[in-house]
Protein backbone atom coordinates (compact mmCIF):
# COMPACT_ATOMS: atom_id res chain seq x y z
CA UNK A 1 0.00 0.00 0.00
CA UNK A 2 0.80 3.95 -0.20
CA UNK A 3 3.60 4.69 2.48
CA UNK A 4 5.96 7.62 3.22
CA UNK A 5 8.89 7.51 5.27
CA UNK A 6 10.81 10.33 6.74
CA UNK A 7 13.86 10.28 9.45
CA UNK A 8 12.39 11.17 12.79
CA UNK A 9 15.45 13.76 14.47
CA UNK A 10 17.10 16.36 12.88
CA UNK A 11 19.25 18.62 14.49
CA UNK A 12 21.24 21.45 13.05
CA UNK A 13 23.01 25.37 14.18
CA UNK A 14 21.03 27.97 13.88
CA UNK A 15 21.69 29.94 10.57
CA UNK A 16 22.61 27.07 8.79
CA UNK A 17 20.44 25.07 6.41
CA UNK A 18 18.04 22.05 6.77
CA UNK A 19 17.18 19.81 4.72
CA UNK A 20 14.41 17.20 5.83
CA UNK A 21 13.86 14.08 3.11
CA UNK A 22 11.44 12.22 2.72
CA UNK A 23 10.68 8.96 0.25
CA UNK A 24 7.04 7.63 -0.82
CA UNK A 25 5.73 4.27 -2.93
CA UNK A 26 2.88 5.81 -4.34
CA UNK A 27 4.10 6.50 -8.16
CA UNK A 28 0.67 7.71 -8.79
CA UNK A 29 1.14 10.71 -7.06
CA UNK A 30 -0.40 14.01 -8.16
CA UNK A 31 0.68 16.75 -5.66
CA UNK A 32 3.14 16.23 -2.44
CA UNK A 33 2.98 18.45 0.45
CA UNK A 34 5.02 19.61 3.61
CA UNK A 35 3.38 20.78 6.77
CA UNK A 36 4.34 21.98 10.38
CA UNK A 37 3.37 21.03 13.64
CA UNK A 38 4.72 23.44 16.43
CA UNK A 39 3.91 21.71 19.85
CA UNK A 40 0.53 21.53 21.17
CA UNK A 41 -0.99 22.82 17.31
CA UNK A 42 -2.48 21.70 14.50
CA UNK A 43 -1.30 20.82 11.01
CA UNK A 44 -0.07 23.95 8.74
CA UNK A 45 0.85 23.60 5.03
CA UNK A 46 3.98 25.07 4.36
CA UNK A 47 4.04 24.34 0.85
CA UNK A 48 3.47 21.88 -1.78
CA UNK A 49 4.74 20.67 -5.14
CA UNK A 50 2.98 18.95 -8.00
CA UNK A 51 4.40 15.85 -9.68
CA UNK A 52 5.17 17.57 -12.98
CA UNK A 53 7.98 20.13 -11.30
CA UNK A 54 10.81 19.01 -10.09
CA UNK A 55 11.71 22.22 -7.52
CA UNK A 56 9.35 24.82 -6.07
CA UNK A 57 11.41 27.75 -4.17
CA UNK A 58 9.22 30.02 -1.79
CA UNK A 59 11.01 32.28 0.24
CA UNK A 60 13.54 30.41 2.50
CA UNK A 61 11.94 27.37 1.40
CA UNK A 62 12.96 24.96 -1.40
CA UNK A 63 11.19 21.91 -2.26
CA UNK A 64 13.36 19.42 -4.26
CA UNK A 65 11.44 16.58 -6.18
CA UNK A 66 12.75 13.31 -7.35
CA UNK A 67 10.23 11.63 -9.07
CA UNK A 68 12.11 8.38 -10.54
CA UNK A 69 13.20 7.81 -6.91
CA UNK A 70 10.34 9.16 -5.14
CA UNK A 71 11.99 10.96 -3.17
CA UNK A 72 11.26 14.53 -1.83
CA UNK A 73 13.21 17.14 0.38
CA UNK A 74 12.79 20.49 1.80
CA UNK A 75 15.85 22.67 2.45
CA UNK A 76 14.83 25.35 5.47
CA UNK A 77 17.58 28.20 4.52
CA UNK A 78 18.98 30.31 7.43
CA UNK A 79 17.29 28.17 10.11
CA UNK A 80 15.81 30.14 12.63
CA UNK A 81 14.57 29.15 16.16
CA UNK A 82 11.29 29.74 15.25
CA UNK A 83 11.72 26.72 12.77
CA UNK A 84 11.97 24.20 15.44
CA UNK A 85 8.72 21.84 14.89
CA UNK A 86 7.36 18.97 13.38
CA UNK A 87 7.67 18.62 9.36
CA UNK A 88 5.82 16.19 7.89
CA UNK A 89 5.85 14.99 4.29
CA UNK A 90 2.53 14.03 2.85
CA UNK A 91 1.42 12.76 -1.10
CA UNK A 92 -1.81 12.51 -2.58
CA UNK A 93 -3.22 11.10 -5.88
CA UNK A 94 -6.87 12.87 -5.56
CA UNK A 95 -9.12 14.91 -3.97
CA UNK A 96 -9.00 11.87 -0.82
CA UNK A 97 -6.99 11.06 1.85
CA UNK A 98 -3.22 12.56 2.19
CA UNK A 99 -0.85 9.89 3.32
CA UNK A 100 1.62 11.44 5.91
CA UNK A 101 5.00 10.61 6.91
CA UNK A 102 5.99 10.16 10.41
CA UNK A 103 6.79 13.73 10.86
CA UNK A 104 11.07 14.54 11.72
CA UNK A 105 11.60 16.58 14.54
CA UNK A 106 13.51 19.65 13.81
CA UNK A 107 15.60 20.94 16.62
CA UNK A 108 17.72 24.34 16.10
CA UNK A 109 21.40 24.60 17.95
CA UNK A 110 22.30 27.78 19.35
CA UNK B 1 -7.73 34.65 6.20
CA UNK B 2 -10.32 32.10 6.32
CA UNK B 3 -9.82 28.47 8.40
CA UNK B 4 -11.11 25.31 9.39
CA UNK B 5 -12.39 25.74 13.09
CA UNK B 6 -12.96 22.48 15.69
CA UNK B 7 -14.38 22.59 18.73
CA UNK B 8 -14.17 21.75 22.00
CA UNK B 9 -10.34 21.69 21.92
CA UNK B 10 -9.72 19.13 24.63
CA UNK B 11 -12.82 16.77 25.26
CA UNK B 12 -12.52 14.40 28.60
CA UNK B 13 -14.80 11.49 28.66
CA UNK B 14 -15.06 8.08 29.96
CA UNK B 15 -14.90 5.06 28.39
CA UNK B 16 -18.52 4.18 27.00
CA UNK B 17 -19.63 7.32 26.32
CA UNK B 18 -20.25 8.72 23.13
CA UNK B 19 -18.78 12.15 21.79
CA UNK B 20 -19.20 14.26 19.18
CA UNK B 21 -16.46 16.33 17.42
CA UNK B 22 -17.31 19.48 15.61
CA UNK B 23 -16.12 21.41 12.90
CA UNK B 24 -16.55 24.13 10.67
CA UNK B 25 -14.41 24.01 7.31
CA UNK B 26 -14.13 26.59 5.00
CA UNK B 27 -16.81 28.19 3.75
CA UNK B 28 -16.80 27.30 0.16
CA UNK B 29 -14.69 24.22 0.27
CA UNK B 30 -16.56 20.42 -1.31
CA UNK B 31 -14.80 17.96 0.78
CA UNK B 32 -14.23 17.49 4.03
CA UNK B 33 -11.95 15.16 6.51
CA UNK B 34 -11.38 13.92 9.46
CA UNK B 35 -8.04 12.44 10.98
CA UNK B 36 -6.49 11.30 13.98
CA UNK B 37 -2.99 11.27 15.45
CA UNK B 38 -2.28 9.09 18.68
CA UNK B 39 0.58 10.82 20.59
CA UNK B 40 3.93 10.05 18.94
CA UNK B 41 2.02 8.51 16.09
CA UNK B 42 1.49 8.83 12.05
CA UNK B 43 -1.47 11.35 11.42
CA UNK B 44 -3.94 8.75 10.12
CA UNK B 45 -6.82 8.92 7.62
CA UNK B 46 -10.51 8.27 9.06
CA UNK B 47 -12.64 9.12 6.63
CA UNK B 48 -13.76 11.52 3.38
CA UNK B 49 -17.05 13.46 3.01
CA UNK B 50 -18.20 15.00 -0.31
CA UNK B 51 -21.83 15.65 -1.83
CA UNK B 52 -23.61 14.71 1.59
CA UNK B 53 -21.92 11.18 1.50
CA UNK B 54 -18.75 8.96 2.53
CA UNK B 55 -16.24 8.70 -0.18
CA UNK B 56 -13.64 7.15 1.54
CA UNK B 57 -12.73 5.47 4.72
CA UNK B 58 -10.54 3.55 6.29
CA UNK B 59 -10.35 0.68 8.68
CA UNK B 60 -10.13 2.43 11.74
CA UNK B 61 -13.57 4.03 10.92
CA UNK B 62 -15.60 0.80 12.13
CA UNK B 63 -19.16 1.03 13.02
CA UNK B 64 -18.81 3.09 16.09
CA UNK B 65 -18.28 6.46 13.78
CA UNK B 66 -20.05 8.42 12.07
CA UNK B 67 -19.98 11.69 10.57
CA UNK B 68 -22.27 14.19 9.62
CA UNK B 69 -23.04 17.23 8.14
CA UNK B 70 -26.24 18.91 9.95
CA UNK B 71 -26.27 22.62 8.15
CA UNK B 72 -24.29 24.06 5.93
CA UNK B 73 -21.61 24.94 7.79
CA UNK B 74 -20.73 22.20 10.44
CA UNK B 75 -18.56 18.78 9.53
CA UNK B 76 -19.17 16.16 12.97
CA UNK B 77 -17.64 12.91 13.86
CA UNK B 78 -19.78 10.89 16.18
CA UNK B 79 -17.66 8.18 18.33
CA UNK B 80 -20.73 6.08 19.94
CA UNK B 81 -19.21 4.54 22.37
CA UNK B 82 -15.41 5.28 23.05
CA UNK B 83 -12.77 3.01 24.25
CA UNK B 84 -9.37 3.94 25.60
CA UNK B 85 -7.61 3.48 22.18
CA UNK B 86 -9.81 6.20 20.76
CA UNK B 87 -7.43 8.68 22.81
CA UNK B 88 -5.98 10.64 20.08
CA UNK B 89 -5.64 14.53 18.81
CA UNK B 90 -8.53 14.30 15.71
CA UNK B 91 -8.00 16.96 13.08
CA UNK B 92 -11.01 18.15 10.41
CA UNK B 93 -9.88 19.34 7.28
CA UNK B 94 -11.44 20.97 3.98
CA UNK B 95 -10.73 20.87 0.64
CA UNK B 96 -11.65 23.36 -2.80
CA UNK B 97 -10.93 20.41 -4.83
CA UNK B 98 -8.98 22.74 -6.88
CA UNK B 99 -6.12 24.37 -5.98
CA UNK B 100 -3.63 21.32 -5.85
CA UNK B 101 -5.66 19.46 -4.21
CA UNK B 102 -4.53 21.20 -0.72
CA UNK B 103 -6.56 19.82 2.61
CA UNK B 104 -6.57 22.98 5.13
CA UNK B 105 -6.50 21.32 8.95
CA UNK B 106 -7.97 22.95 11.84
CA UNK B 107 -6.17 22.77 15.43
CA UNK B 108 -7.37 19.16 16.27
CA UNK B 109 -9.59 18.27 19.21
CA UNK B 110 -7.74 16.35 21.28
CA UNK B 111 -9.89 13.39 23.32
CA UNK B 112 -8.64 11.71 26.14
CA UNK B 113 -10.89 8.70 26.82
CA UNK B 114 -10.49 7.75 30.59
Known amino acids: GEDVEQSLFLSVREGDSSVINCTYTDSSSTYLYWYKQEPGAGLQLLTYIFSNMDMKQDQRLTVLLNKKDKHLSLRIADTQTGDSAIYFCAENSSASKIIFGSGTRLSIRP | EPEVTQTPSHQVTQMGQEVILRCVPISNHLYFYWYRQILGQKVEFLVS????????KSEIFDDQFSVERPDGSNFTLKIRSTKLEDSAMYFCASCHGREGNIQYFGAGTRLSVL
Open chain 2, 49 to 56: FYNNEISE
